[in-house]
């Protein structure tokens, strides 16, 4: 396999001093990466494959491992964007305009839990909740709020959104077109990705084959109407918060995707028209070189998949365009302003994997909710290293090293077992049905959850070069009022619209929702009626049934 | 009754998905030698009090991050009140700025645990509060 | 009032309060369970099998629905293995029950296998009992599902449903233990999955062979009732129990089946075969605590290094042991 030299590093090592030892004395720090993938101490030519163009290629070009344009960052930036929503839609609204002042170029939007769980914020199950992890949007009018001012022909929007992602673009749609903004022209992201919601992040409402299927009408739809809207954004980011490898993190990803190009296969699509729009969104975590390879290695078993498996033709569907986001759990309440230089690491390993777009995280953010102050803190970070770091020149410019070449093929081999393995289980639905990933993911949180207690893994500040501090970080609280006000807000509405015209949309959706027909036209007739995302979701759970997980 | 096993009850109340670190902890009392009943996602206060009662737990262990704590528990240990569960300790993880805990406190919470607690200082702590709690 | 009275008077924390003392063995579970014992013998004890991860807390969460929408009232008893490596537990039936919260007609209570082999826990009898006392309708027991060794259930119960799931070659490891010859109904669960067609039709086949389990003394289930021959027939069912598809037909069956234990009389077989699992079982229990409390540690002990030795083996020894007890227990008496 090999046509170079062979270059004898264990004559090297043999000549060596013994007292060169590898393990320093005051360290129980061990050699490998979060994947448990030994770290040699030198790599050589011969550490990895050698058959440059067909395993890297020219940037732009099939396998795209160097990344999917051909110029990259010469030709353009990734866009900075900050996920950003709490309180109500106005506040959000607010913070939204303050970051497009200080240079942010794309959008992001922070759900409360309650939308995204498919309640309004009157629901008695919801008490407490509205506005806290983000912004309520319960109707129509709440998005119209959200994106007052700003115009929707002009800015990318991306929504995390998922269980009910097909109400929110609905809503987005009837307010760009308010704006005077055809669907056609709308530009964004939905992340429309319900599996990782089963597998690792837990904001699910109906069961799995439903769910899939509004996924799917969600996906025709925009293949037809908005053909510049990304409809599923399929999220490696999740499953690598709730402890994954960053391998699991690549295969249960990919895994993930196979069965929603599967799906849209199923119901008739052509796989070059709608594999363009399905995007990527992974984490920047703790090990650098292994992040970097991360990312490349994924491109390269996305293509291959796409090509070999799917026969895509189109080079879009062949790419793996994504966004990414420092690690959250990575972040320490203790010292918490070493966060920001977590954060510039973890967002140089993005940029150095050749990522589309980043948000970067605020500093106080294990704790609580960025202040504006924070906020901007993370974006800087941002715009040092498209500015001032001097990477963004050159294309992929860690290809070549011995070390993160022999790391890409190696994630790529480990993470094709595990997409091997859940293909044999009957796919990723019948794999996460079966707590397979889920099993793989929570032995690997506890492994490392050990290891740091027994400081195998050092985190500065928490178990190692601890200090006594206070806290005297200034905190965001959302009021609680907050809640009331949304309560009314939808209250007041569901008093003034044609309640006589709503029953009657509610009752033709649940007639829907029993049969085979795209949904999202009747949605969009929904919201345009003042019909709430409770309303919506609850016609659909009756019909539908909730999901109940079943792992642990 | 120092040879059986102690019983924790751990739910995540709210409806925030993270449950990775209610489980670390459901393992790490297990591998202490606890029974762990475990609820899983989105309880509410008064399925947590229902929980608590049927499975006769010495101690009730709450992960929450939605920030919906100073709501949500003060609630549950009205519910815990009224199923005349009021001796129940409850211990709380997650992420709870400083300026709540007292709130939690004067509510009766037992102790609250920020992000980066060694388990082993729960485990101690767990049996702290029931050596205590059988004092009384 | 005692306990017992407050259990029967329907005091949930009573019970779950006696359901502990009863699980950690405690001094006055004897006297509880004594009182309690007139009050039992009406529920209707259904068991729940089949391997890790087979759907079995989905399926009882909608079983214990529909007999609740029936009028009765279900307690659950839901066991989950101890680790090998120590005390310790992880008890999560209740994830995948969370529908059943908020009624007062539902009691779930988690209990740990505490060691004990064949999917119960020692106690797992005994706590049945106590919510029979309790007068639930229904008690549902769960075992924790080791393929392998879980017919135990069928000796504790009147009714077991053995779950089979499609896929990952659950159906041959089901066929192999031997655990099929125990159902009094078969449940294909996952039926929607790829694979269920196959999984149904291997299973068919089966049942065909065995129309009913073979008889035994405590299983001897070909009683006639009517004047005909009318052996209960195992039937074959399909679920989807993450959704409840086919849990309809699943409590038909149940309920035939408790009609055919009555009518058969064979009912009397079920609960005279589960009393003397539970009497053999704390015959053997209790005889063993008190014997290795009554010999003396040292000649243990003694005995034991002789074996290491090789200077008996520890059959011989085991007989020494009890003969010496048995001829002294004899000379005190006299």
Same mark, same amino acid.
């Given at each position: 396999?090999?046509?170079r030299?062979?270059?004898n590093k264990?004559v090297?090592?043999t000549?060596?001093d013994?007292s060169?030892?590898?393990?320093?004395f005051?360290s129980?720090e061990?050699?490998?990466?979060?994947?448990?993938?030994?770290l040699?101490?030198?790599?050589?030519p011969?550490?990895?494959?050698d058959?440059?163009?067909?395993q890297?290629?020219f940037?732009?070009?099939?396998p795209?491992?160097?990344?999917?344009?051909s110029?990259?960052?010469?030709?353009r930036?990734w866009?900075?964007r900050?996920?950003?929503?709490?309180?109500s839609?106005a506040?959000?609204?607010?913070?939204?305009k303050?970051l497009?002042?200080?240079?942010q170029t794309g959008?992001?939007?922070?759900?409360?839990l309650p939308?995204?769980?498919?309640?309004?914020?009157?629901d008695?199950l919801v008490l407490?909740?509205?506005g806290?992890?983000?912004v309520?949007?319960a109707t129509?009018d709440?998005?119209?709020?959200?994106?007052?001012g700003?115009?929707?022909?002009e800015i990318?929007?991306?929504?995390?959104i998922?269980a009910p992602?097909a109400?929110?673009l609905?809503?987005?749609?009837?307010i760009g077109?308010?704006q005077g903004?055809e669907?056609?022209?709308?530009?964004g992201?939905v992340?429309n990705?319900?599996?990782?919601?089963?597998?690792a992040?837990?904001?699910?409402?109906?069961?799995?084959?439903?769910s899939?299927?509004?996924t799917?009408?969600l996906v025709r739809?925009?293949?037809?109407?908005?053909?510049?809207?990304?409809?599923i954004?399929v999220?490696?980011?999740?499953?690598?918060e709730a402890?994954?490898?960053?391998?699991?993190?690549?295969?249960f990803?990919l895994?993930?995707?196979v069965?929603?190009?599967?799906?849209a296969?199923?119901?008739?699509?052509?796989?070059?028209?709608?594999?363009?729009?399905l995007?990527?969104?992974?984490?920047?975590?703790?090990n650098?070189l292994?992040e970097?390879a991360?990312y490349?290695?994924?491109?390269r078993?996305w293509a291959?998949?796409?090509k070999?498996?799917f026969?895509?033709?189109?080079?879009?569907?062949q790419?793996l365009?994504?966004?990414?986001q420092?690690g959250?759990s990575?972040?320490?309440?203790q010292?918490?302003?070493n966060?920001?230089?977590?954060v510039?690491?973890q967002a140089?390993?993005a940029?150095?994997?050749?990522?589309?777009?980043?948000h970067t995280?605020a500093?106080d953010?294990?704790?609580t909710?960025?202040?504006a102050?924070s906020?901007?803190?993370a974006l800087?970070?941002?715009q040092?290293?498209a500015h001032?770091?001097g990477?963004?020149?050159?294309?992929?410019?860690l290809?070549?090293?011995?070390?993160?070449?022999?790391?890409?093929?190696e994630?790529?081999?480990?993470?094709q077992?595990?997409?091997?393995?859940?293909?044999?289980?009957?796919g990723?639905?019948?794999a996460?049905e079966?707590g397979?990933p889920q099993?793989?993911?929570?032995d690997?949180?506890?492994?490392?959850?050990?290891a740091?207690e027994?400081?195998?893994?050092?985190v500065v500040?928490v178990?190692?070069?601890?200090?006594?501090?206070?806290s005297?970080?200034?905190?965001?609280?959302?009021?609680?009022?907050?809640?009331?006000?949304?309560?009314?807000?939808v209250?007041i509405?569901?008093a003034?619209r044609?309640d006589?015209?709503?029953n009657?949309?509610?009752?033709?959706?649940?007639?829907?929702?029993?049969?085979?027909?795209n949904?999202m036209?009747l949605?969009?007739?929904?919201?345009?009626n003042?019909?709430?995302l409770?309303e919506i979701?609850q016609?659909?759970?009756?019909v539908?049934?909730?999901?109940?997980?079943a792992?642990? | 009754?120092?040879?059986?096993?102690?019983r924790v009850?751990?739910?995540k109340?709210?409806l925030d @998905?993270?449950?990775?670190?209610?489980k670390? *902890? $459901?393992?790490s009392?297990?591998?202490?030698g606890?029974? #762990? +009943?475990?609820? @899983?996602?989105?309880?509410?206060?008064a399925? *947590? $009090?229902?929980a608590?009662?049927?499975?006769?737990v010495n #101690? +009730?262990?709450?992960?929450?991050l939605?920030g919906?704590?100073?709501?949500?528990l003060?609630?549950l240990?009205?519910k815990l009140r009224?199923?005349n569960l009021a001796h129940?300790p409850?211990?709380?993880?997650g992420?709870?700025?400083d300026?709540?805990?007292?709130t939690?406190?004067?509510?009766?919470v037992?102790a609250?645990?920020?992000p980066?607690t060694?388990t082993?200082d729960?485990?101690?702590?767990?049996a702290?509060?029931i050596?205590?709690d059988?004092q009384? | 009032?005692?306990?017992a009275?407050?259990?029967i008077s329907g005091?949930?924390?009573?019970l779950a309060?006696v359901?502990?003392?009863v699980e950690?063995?405690?001094?006055?579970?004897?006297d509880?369970?004594?009182e309690?014992?007139?009050?039992?013998?009406?529920?209707?004890f259904?068991?729940?099998?089949?391997?890790?991860?087979v759907?079995k807390?989905?399926?009882?969460?909608f079983?214990a629905?529909?007999?609740?929408v029936?009028?009765?009232?279900?307690?659950v008893l839901?066991?989950d293995p101890?680790?090998?490596f120590?005390s310790?537990a992880?008890?999560?039936?209740?994830?995948?029950?969370?529908d059943?919260?908020?009624d007062?007609g539902i009691?779930?209570?988690?209990?740990?296998?505490r060691?004990?082999?064949?999917?119960?826990?020692y106690?797992t009898g005994?706590?049945a009992?106590?919510?029979?006392a309790?007068?639930?309708n229904?008690v549902i027991?769960e075992?924790?599902?080791?393929g392998?060794?879980?017919?135990?259930?069928s000796n504790?119960?009147h009714?077991t449903?053995?779950?089979v799931?499609?896929?990952?070659?659950d159906?041959?490891?089901?066929?192999?233990?031997?655990?099929?010859?125990t159902?009094d109904?078969?449940?294909?669960n996952k039926?929607?999955l790829?694979?269920?067609e196959?999984?149904l039709?291997?299973?068919?086949?089966?049942?065909?062979?065995?129309?009913?389990p073979?008889?035994?003394?405590?299983?001897?289930?070909?009683?006639?009732?009517?004047?005909?021959?009318l052996a209960?027939?195992v039937p074959?069912?399909?679920?989807?129990?993450r959704?409840?598809?086919?849990?309809?037909?699943l409590?038909?069956?149940?309920?035939?089946?408790w009609?055919?234990?009555?009518?058969s009389?064979?009912?009397?077989n079920r609960?005279r075969?589960?009393?003397?699992a539970?009497l053999e079982?704390?015959?053997r229990?209790r005889?063993y605590?008190?014997?290795?409390?009554?010999?003396?540690r040292?000649?243990?002990?003694?005995?034991l290094e002789?074996?290491?030795?090789r200077?008996?083996?520890?059959?011989?020894?085991?007989?020494?042991?009890i003969e010496?007890?048995?001829?002294a227990s004899?000379?005190?008496k006299a």
């Amino acid at each position: 396999m090999n046509s170079r030299p062979r270059i004898n590093k264990d004559v090297w090592e043999t000549g060596l001093d013994p007292s060169n030892s590898d393990k320093r004395f005051d360290s129980h720090e061990s050699f490998e990466t979060s994947s448990g993938i030994p770290l040699e101490r030198v790599y050589l030519p011969d550490d990895y494959s050698d058959h440059y163009l067909e395993q890297s290629g020219f940037p732009g070009e099939y396998p795209f491992t160097r990344g999917v344009h051909s110029n990259m960052y010469r030709g353009r930036l990734w866009t900075m964007r900050q996920y950003a929503g709490y309180a109500s839609a106005a506040q959000t609204n607010d913070r939204f305009k303050f970051l497009m002042a200080q240079g942010q170029t794309g959008l992001s939007v922070a759900f409360d839990l309650p939308t995204q769980i498919g309640y309004d914020p009157d629901d008695p199950l919801v008490l407490g909740e509205v506005g806290k992890v983000g912004v309520s949007i319960a109707t129509l009018d709440d998005m119209a709020r959200l994106m007052d001012g700003i115009s929707l022909a002009e800015i990318s929007t991306s929504m995390t959104i998922n269980a009910p992602a097909a109400i929110l673009l609905a809503m987005y749609v009837v307010i760009g077109k308010r704006q005077g903004v055809e669907p056609e022209r709308l530009r964004g992201t939905v992340q429309n990705d319900i599996l990782k919601e089963y597998l690792a992040r837990g904001t699910y409402i109906f069961p799995p084959g439903p769910s899939m299927r509004l996924t799917i009408d969600l996906v025709r739809y925009c293949s037809k109407n908005m053909p510049l809207w990304n409809t599923i954004n399929v999220s490696g980011y999740h499953i690598r918060e709730a402890g994954s490898t960053a391998v699991q993190e690549v295969a249960f990803t990919l895994a993930n995707a196979v069965a929603y190009v599967e799906a849209a296969l199923s119901v008739g699509m052509q796989v070059d028209d709608f594999a363009p729009r399905l995007t990527f969104f992974f984490n920047a975590h703790r090990n650098l070189l292994e992040e970097v390879a991360k990312y490349r290695a994924a491109r390269r078993l996305w293509a291959r998949m796409m090509k070999e498996r799917f026969n895509a033709r189109k080079a879009e569907s062949q790419m793996l365009r994504f966004h990414t986001q420092t690690g959250g759990s990575t972040l320490t309440a203790q010292q918490s302003e070493n966060n920001i230089t977590r954060v510039a690491l973890q967002a140089l390993a993005a940029v150095l994997g050749g990522t589309q777009s980043l948000h970067t995280n605020a500093m106080d953010e294990a704790l609580t909710l960025p202040t504006a102050h924070s906020a901007m803190i993370a974006l800087r970070t941002q715009q040092i290293i498209a500015h001032e770091s001097g990477v963004c020149a050159t294309v992929d410019p860690l290809a070549g090293s011995y070390a993160v070449e022999a790391l890409t093929d190696e994630i790529e081999v480990r993470a094709q077992v595990y997409i091997d393995r859940i293909e044999e289980m009957g796919g990723a639905l019948a794999a996460i049905e079966s707590g397979y990933p889920q099993r793989e993911i929570r032995d690997a949180s506890y492994a490392y959850h050990l290891a740091m207690e027994e400081h195998e893994q050092i985190v500065v500040g928490v178990n190692a070069f601890v200090s006594d501090e206070t806290s005297t970080e200034r905190h965001l609280t959302v009021d609680d009022n907050v809640e009331e006000r949304q309560r009314e807000r939808v209250q007041i509405l569901r008093a003034r619209r044609d309640d006589e015209r709503a029953n009657a949309l509610r009752h033709r959706l649940a007639l829907a929702a029993q049969g085979t027909e795209n949904l999202m036209p009747l949605i969009i007739e929904c919201v345009e009626n003042d019909v709430t995302l409770g309303e919506i979701c609850q016609t659909l759970r009756d019909v539908w049934g909730q999901y109940h997980p079943a792992d642990f | 009754m120092g040879k059986h096993p102690i019983r924790v009850l751990i739910a995540k109340l709210g409806l925030d @998905g993270h449950d990775r670190g209610a489980k670390i *902890i $459901a393992r790490s009392l297990r591998d202490a030698g606890m029974e #762990v +009943v475990y609820t @899983g996602l989105r309880q509410t206060p008064a399925m *947590i $009090a229902e929980a608590a009662l049927h499975e006769d737990v010495n #101690v +009730v262990g709450i992960s929450i991050l939605s920030g919906a704590h100073n709501t949500l528990l003060p609630t549950l240990m009205d519910k815990l009140r009224e199923q005349n569960l009021a001796h129940i300790p409850v211990i709380v993880g997650g992420i709870v700025p400083d300026c709540d805990v007292n709130t939690l406190m004067d509510a009766g919470v037992s102790a609250v645990f920020g992000p980066g607690t060694l388990t082993s200082d729960i485990v101690t702590s767990i049996a702290n509060v029931i050596e205590s709690d059988l004092q009384d | 009032m005692s306990l017992a009275k407050k259990i029967i008077s329907g005091d949930r924390r009573a019970l779950a309060r006696v359901l502990t003392l009863v699980e950690n063995g405690d001094a006055h579970s004897k006297d509880i369970l004594a009182e309690l014992h007139p009050y039992g013998g009406k529920a209707h004890f259904v068991g729940v099998t089949g391997a890790p991860g087979v759907g079995k807390s989905s399926l009882v969460n909608f079983l214990a629905q529909s007999l609740r929408v029936l009028g009765d009232t279900v307690g659950v008893l839901a066991v989950d293995p101890s680790s090998p490596f120590g005390s310790g537990a992880i008890l999560g039936d209740r994830v995948r029950m969370a529908d059943l919260t908020g009624d007062d007609g539902i009691y779930i209570r988690s209990m740990a296998s505490r060691g004990a082999v064949g999917g119960l826990a020692y106690a797992t009898g005994a706590a049945a009992d106590v919510l029979d006392a309790a007068g639930f309708n229904y008690v549902i027991i769960e075992t924790v599902g080791v393929g392998q060794s879980g017919v135990e259930i069928s000796n504790h119960v009147h009714t077991t449903i053995v779950l089979v799931a499609s896929g990952a070659g659950d159906d041959v490891q089901a066929i192999k233990s031997g655990i099929l010859e125990t159902a009094d109904i078969l449940v294909v669960n996952k039926a929607d999955l790829p694979g269920a067609e196959h999984v149904l039709a291997d299973m068919r086949s089966n049942v065909v062979m065995n129309p009913s389990p073979a008889p035994s003394d405590h299983h001897a289930k070909s009683k006639q009732f009517d004047g005909s021959d009318l052996a209960w027939r195992v039937p074959l069912l399909s679920t989807v129990a993450r959704s409840g598809d086919g849990v309809d037909l699943l409590i038909k069956s149940l309920l035939q089946h408790w009609e055919y234990l009555e009518n058969s009389a064979e009912i009397d077989n079920r609960r005279r075969t589960r009393i003397r699992a539970i009497l053999e079982s704390l015959l053997r229990n209790r005889l063993y605590t008190r014997f290795m409390e009554d010999i003396s540690r040292k000649q243990f002990d003694a005995l034991l290094e002789s074996i290491v030795l090789r200077d008996i083996d520890p059959y011989s020894a085991a007989a020494r042991l009890i003969e010496e007890k048995y001829k002294a227990s004899c000379l005190d008496k006299a």
